[in-house]
């Protein structure tokens, strides 16, 4: 087992690990470029991203069929840069899910137990990653699809700041809330392609012209003096304790570092589930009203009216989860609900920001667990929606927030399943959470174990 | 807040152009009110004088010169190539304005 570095590589353990886990829904020969700063390094992109290769399905019967005519951004940068595209990455539909369970084509296993799910939305990214399949990924992260996944099986994942990657040709989910990420086995390695992701870009008017960072450069820069914010909120009750453990233990050793580690409160973290969840279906209701079976492929309805060809088109070509989205935001947001639901959801993000830069103000860097329970069985949520979404309890409130963070791994539990230490950094302050990620991953050697092949 | 109606699925899916099965209406009921139950925690929160986050990125009147750039432009070709039914060079899809058929 090791990572790969060439399309070889990759297409040799895809062969083997494929028929286990079920990482991709596509896969491409994809040519190898030989210059530029990942030259022919084979990468995975989450199905919700555009790709002029092959299909764009974000994991939905209702675009079986949809071919892109242009790449995403960030897609473009990748190859600009030399990467090669090895195949799409299966995600929950639409990427609203924490489990992959909710994919139209089928659960992705997690390497470490494959009775196990590898985590989501990005659970296809976060398997191929682990399992040695590619190099690294791109994932989206709306409340912490690149994180959970990423904890759920041992690799660094990136949600970056709300704004520092361009969204052109990510296929919208709460697009308050969207951020493409990236996944390695290293924190260098996902802070490179953090580095070539990254930038304001034209055709998306919420990237930011801030200056991109030296990501990789503040890898191994040390972390002496930095004040690192640990809020109890994170590790309230139903956290599992082994969990709280291996996390305490890691945020504890940041101090043979020089880091300086403080309690914080985040008291409204409770109530992110709830604010969260209501912002991201409404945003998502109103997204997904393009998907009207006239655009986006074929879909095969017998003849009707207009309007019955609409309201069959989405009743067949959407699953469960979305379907619930839908409902739950057009409810959030119909006459005589939206102020009691979708407003006072959206005043209270505002709080939630503001107990953030609060935070901020007196602590560089805030860490905890990123999951409060590691990989569950497969099925065991799937009809329960309520507990699928509490397992983004921690997640969710960063991408309210807007602010960057990202999940390293830092030990196992005794069942041999994969912990997550969450680092979170201030607006635009990427470079910091990567100073803490890296002091953290020296220290260890997490990083260096692979899932044995079932 | 009041539990949520087999009614009211009916109506919000309605304005959701969503067709539901019988199964699918009683599910999502429960479904919802449970969610909706929990969810409402969020009403005991005093957000008097709070406005909403209603823009995320804190950026505005952002725009772009109107030019088109090689590297981003698809052909009529790269698009009619992805498209299931063409007729002469058009995208063919179901009729709009014909009353009643959209064959």
Redesign the interface.
Known sequence: MKTPHTVEESRDAIRVWEPHIHAFLETFEAPAALEGVLAGKPIAIKDNILTKAGHTTAGSKILE??????NATVV?KLLHAGAAIVGKANPDEFAMGSSTEYSAYGVTRNPWDISRVAGGSSGGSAAAVASGEVWGALGTDTGGSVRHPASLCSIVGVKPT??RVSRHGLISYGS??DQAGTMARTVEDAALLLQIIAGQD??D??S??EVVGKYVGACNKGITGLRVGVPEEFFAEGMHPEIADLVRTAIDSLKDQGAIIVPISLP?T??A???Y??IAKAEA?TNL?RY?G??Y??MNIP?????E????T???G?G?EV??A???G??AL?AGYVD??Y?????????I?REYEKAFATVDIIAGPVTPEPAFAIGSKVSD??AM?LADALTVPIN?A?VPAMSVPCGFTADGLPVGLQIIASHFQEEKMFSVASAYEGMHDWNTRFPALP | ?DA?TPK??RK??A??????TDD?VS??TR??S???E??????S?D?AN????????G?SN????DIAHP??L?SSQ??L??V??VRQDYAE??G?FKE????
């Open positions: 069929h949809f071919q892109s005519p242009y473009e709300y704004g308050s809330l034209p055709y008017a919420t930011s012209p409204l409770s109530v589930i709830p604010v969840f209501l209701s009203s009207d006239l655009r492929g074929k003849e009707a009216s207009l309007l060809h609409y309201i069959h989405r009743g067949i959407f469960p379907k619930r839908i409902l739950m057009t409810y119909s009691a639901w407003k006072q959801a959206s005043k209270v993000r505002t709080l920001r929606p309520l979404y309210l807007g | 807040m949520i009211e699925v919000i899916s304005l959701a152009r969503l067709a539901l699918e599910q999502a479904d919802l449970g969610i909706l929990h969810f409402s925690a969020i009403g929160i957000t709070v406005s909403p986050t209603d823009d995320a990125s950026l952002i725009s772009r010169e590297n981003t698809c790269d698009i190539d992805r299931p039914n899809v179901p709009v009643s058929s959209v064959s």
